[in-house]
């Protein structure tokens, strides 16, 4: 038990439980600022690109450039569950 409570293996405990500590934050940043993306071009895809493709459409429509179709919005979930 005095081995233990040694200073070299209370610097080892200690380093280790910050490293510990420090691996758990740089996790929980990296998960949350990927779902902060999906979210970001979520919002932008469904709320923003109707509105630039119909400002393009005028745009086309004033200098007179035929135009082609507007493309569906397709989602692919990479996360997704399949059964």
Same mark, same amino acid.
């Given at each position: 038990m005095h081995r233990i409570l040694d200073l070299?293996?209370?610097?080892y405990l200690?380093?280790?439980v910050v490293q510990l500590v420090l691996f758990l934050r740089w996790l929980y940043r990296r998960v949350r600022n990927d779902e902060?993306? /999906?979210v970001f071009v979520e919002d932008m895809a469904r709320n923003h690109l109707p509105h630039i493709y119909q400002l393009l459409e005028r745009i086309c429509e004033e200098q007179g450039i035929d135009r082609?179709? /507007?493309p569906d919005i397709r989602w692919v979930d990479l996360n997704a569950r399949q059964h």
């Open positions: 070299p293996w209370l610097a200690f380093s280790g902060l993306m /999906r082609s179709l /507007r």
